[in-house]
């Protein structure tokens, strides 16, 4: 088990391929989180592109089948590179398996255009203010272990409830401090682009705090991953504020918004959800 700087990395093999061995440790349970595959895929485009000054822009990720951890090839085709901007499609399998996940994304320079934010950032205690994820809940509640994911990255709940509280149901709106154990930054600070996809796919907790408690157990794999890049992340910390606008059908979208700990808007994200309830296994 490395630090995702060691586990996100990808082996050329020629022709647009590229080979991984990934890590269980990034597994939601039985399989690899989302945003990790993503990652996966954009590592590989990045060292097909091989251009530092492209930088990803943003990326959609259709999830079209199961990826395990272990042995995972990737096939890059660029689909067009230009000077300021370069488009390409990424997807991302087990050897032998007919189908996993589709990226597709674009890399840009810096160019000349305007510049604002249209949207606050929520007030909600820091990071030091907050509950951890890895404390225990109140004595006499029962929990289960944490999926492996979150012994990599801690969160702290800084708006919304944790899974063991007692609510009234009334908004989605759920804020949470995330950080890397070990932070995947380069010299001057700046986290990883790729560490921030991870860190946007984990949405439904939006959802379930919109239903409250008292419900059938369920999970909601993701049916796609759109990830938006603004600006670099020089914090230890990134707040994820979660908002699910729709559920219905079996299906529920959900959004978040990614925040420095100095007020910076540095991400965005979306995503489409299906619902499995434990009972039926529908």
């Known amino acids: 088990m490395g630090t995702f700087a060691q586990d996100i990395v990808v082996a050329p093999a020629g022709a647009g391929r590229y080979h991984v061995d990934l890590d269980e440790s990034w597994s939601f349970w039985p399989l690899p989180q989302g945003g990790i595959v993503t990652a996966l895929a954009l ?60 990226v597709t994304a674009v890399f840009g320079t810096t160019r000349r255009g305007p510049s604002f934010i249209d949207l606050e950032m929520p007030s909600v205690p820091g990071p030091d ?100 890049n603004f600006e670099p992340l020089e914090t230890e910390w990134v707040l994820c504020h979660d908002r699910a606008r729709w559920a219905h059908d079996g299906w529920a979208s959900a959004e978040t918004t990614l925040w420095s700990e100095d007020g910076r808007l540095v991400a965005y994200a979306t995503q489409m959800m299906l619902f499995h309830y434990l009972s039926t296994e529908a």
Do not use: C
């Open 43 to 102: 590592r590989a485009a990045e060292a097909e592109i091989d251009d530092a000054s492209h930088v990803l822009r943003s990326s959609t990720t259709t999830f079209a089948g199961q990826v395990t951890s272990g042995e995972i090839e990737v096939d890059v085709a660029l689909l067009r590179r230009g000077r300021s901007a370069t488009q390409v499609t990424a997807s991302v399998r087990n050897p032998g398996s007919p189908a996993g996940a589709f």
């Open 129 to 228: 203010g907050s509950r951890s994820s890895r404390t225990p809940p109140p004595a006499g509640i029962a929990s289960d272990p944490p999926p492996p994911f979150w012994t990599r990255v801690e969160a702290r709940v800084a708006l919304g409830h944790h899974w063991w509280e007692e609510y009234e149901p009334t908004r989605s709106d759920r804020a949470t401090w995330l950080r890397f154990d070990d932070r995947p930054a380069d010299a001057a600070g700046r986290l990883d682009p790729l560490g921030l996809v991870a860190l946007a796919d984990r949405m439904p907790g939006s959802v379930q705090e919109k239903l409250g408690t008292e419900i059938e157990r369920w999970f909601a794999p993701s049916a796609d991953l759109t990830f938006h």
